[in-house]
């Protein structure tokens, strides 16, 4: 079982920046792609980023290239998310979420965490 705990959020005036961090109770952090899916009430998750286990190679949404990073310290079992250029738009829920190597989907997810972005 792999626990998933994102932290980070917060308020924040548009075009300002934050980091989430996601920290993650497993010995083989390694091997598990790390993903951040963000979702609006009543709209479904949308995909982010996320950053591969095996070359680190990292994706993007189109909505957030240029402006948002993922990043992961395998050390420290953490995956990050650096927000910049922050818009009103992007106040959602941020969800921290692994997929297994090999695995076709991600199995673990976590709670969230709330970005706010004023205007």
């Known amino acids: 079982q792999v626990q998933l705990v994102e932290s980070g959020g917060g308020l924040v005036q548009a075009g300002g920046s934050l980091r989430l961090s996601c920290a993650a109770s497993?010995?083989?952090?390694?091997?598990?792609?790390m993903g951040w899916f963000r979702q609006a009430p009543g709209k479904e998750r949308e995909f982010v980023a996320r950053?591969?286990?095996?070359?680190?190679?990292?994706y993007g949404a189109d909505s957030v290239k240029g402006r948002f990073t993922i990043s992961r310290d395998n050390a420290k079992n953490t995956v990050y998310l650096q927000m910049n250029s922050l818009k009103p738009e992007d106040t959602v829920v941020y969800y921290c979420?692994?997929?297994?190597?090999?695995?076709?989907?991600?199995?673990?997810w976590g709670r969230g965490t709330q970005v706010t972005v004023s205007s």
């Open positions: 497993v010995r083989t952090f390694s091997s598990y792609t």
């Open positions: 950053i591969t286990w095996n070359y680190g190679t990292t």
């Open positions: 979420a692994a997929q297994k190597a090999y695995n076709s989907n991600y199995n673990y």
